[in-house]
């Protein structure tokens, strides 16, 4: 069965400061995708980044990196040069394959408090 | 950002009474989906759909119905809300069943 695993419900960081969240994956799908989330306190869920199982190079996007280590199952999050914008919940999500059909099974998320 | 909405917001309701939430999208895509988040669960599958009049569970669809008539449109309904129904429920949209999803904003509905 597929599952994600979040073990940080809370972590901090001082602004500037570079901070990995950690994620780690269960499945058996040789074809797999990975995607972080960010929840602001307003509420809404905003796509980060997303990691292919087959890419041979690590994610990027602006300050956003995911170290993937396909043989530990991990895709840690990096966010680079911290803001204080940066604080908010962070989600781990992996596109699973339930009957045939993709679906997006997410973890419990990490929140990040960036201070100044 | 994609163009999806939620109806309504935000909405408090009695135990026993049917509710329905709304998504709409601008963006055309074909699969769209209702997820429920509560506190240390992330964000859990209720219902999706990869066209329309075409839907299938996800892992917490019970007491859960939806239709999809048209392509912009998702609705969700809760025959008779019960308290446990009481969660922020977000609409996402994706191209396809393995690209990116993007959420809508979010409904909180709480149940007394």
């Known amino acids: 069965a597929q599952k994600i695993t979040q073990t940080q419900p809370g972590m901090f960081v001082q602004e500037k400061e570079a901070v990995t969240l950690d994620c780690t994956y269960d499945?058996?799908?040789?074809?797999?995708?990975l995607f972080w989330y960010k929840q602001p306190s307003s509420g809404e869920m905003i796509f980060l980044i997303y990691?292919?199982?087959?890419?041979?190079q690590n994610a990027t996007e602006g300050r956003y990196s995911l170290n993937f280590q396909k043989a530990r199952k991990s895709a840690n999050l990096v966010i680079s040069a911290s803001q204080l914008g940066d604080s908010a919940m962070y989600f781990c999500?992996?596109?699973?394959?339930?009957?045939?059909?993709?679906?997006?099974?997410f973890g419990a998320g990490t929140r990040l408090a960036v201070h100044p | 950002d994609a163009g999806i909405t939620q109806s309504p917001r935000h909405k408090v309701t009695e135990t026993g009474t049917p509710v329905t939430l709304r998504c709409h999208q601008t963006?055309?895509?074909?699969?769209m989906y209702w997820y429920r988040q509560d506190p240390g669960h992330g964000l859990r599958l209720i219902h999706y759909?990869?066209?329309?009049?075409?839907?299938d569970k996800g892992e917490v669809s019970d007491g859960y119905s939806v239709s999809r008539s048209k392509t912009e449109d998702f609705l969700l309904t809760l025959e008779s809300a019960t308290s446990s129904q009481t969660s922020v429920y977000f609409c996402?949209?994706?191209?396809?069943?393995?690209?990116?999803?993007?959420f809508g904003p979010g409904t909180r509905l709480l149940v007394l």
């Open positions: 996402a949209i994706s191209e396809s069943g393995g690209e990116t999803q993007y």
């Open positions: 499945t058996s799908d040789p074809s797999y995708g």
């Open positions: 990691q292919g199982s087959y890419d041979q």
């Open positions: 999500a992996m596109r699973g394959d339930w009957g045939g059909y993709n679906k997006l099974i």
């Open positions: 963006e055309n895509h074909r699969y």
């Open positions: 759909s990869y066209g329309v009049k075409d839907t």
